[in-house]
Nanobody, 123 residues
């Protein structure tokens, strides 16, 4: 596993969590990084992306205004701050490094994946 995602857990609706993604074997400081999630029986869904320098971020409408992606290049870490969580946010969350330096929603652009961290939001 090249990327390590952590920070998941059980939280009540309306609560917050911060996920972290660290590159363990090879840095991703020059790559775009994305967060995805997959709920049982559903396809993997893009939830946030950030460019190599943090200048550009991308979110789908479903999480815009509630989720914030950021990165600390010195720590080789990307974060996903999630607020106002809803039961519909329950899923396994994955981080991934892109082949490019851009923030991208294109699934095929991501070639390095973490193992996922479970987020459960109770109503």
């Amino acid at each position: 596993v090249q990327l390590q995602a952590s920070g998941g857990g059980l939280v009540q609706a309306g609560g917050s969590l911060r996920l972290s993604c660290v590159a363990s074997r090879r840095t991703f400081s020059n790559n775009g990084v994305g967060w995805f999630r997959q709920a049982p029986g559903k396809e993997r869904e893009f939830v946030a992306g950030i460019s190599w320098n943090g200048a550009s971020t991308t979110y789908p409408d479903s999480v815009k205004g509630r989720f914030t992606i950021s990165r600390d290049r010195a720590k080789n870490t990307v974060y996903l701050q999630m607020s106002s969580l809803e039961p519909e946010d329950t899923a396994v969350y994955y981080c991934a490094a892109s082949r490019t330096s851009a923030s991208t929603t294109v699934f095929s652009q991501y070639n390095r994946w973490g193992q996922g961290t479970q987020v459960t939001v109770s109503s």
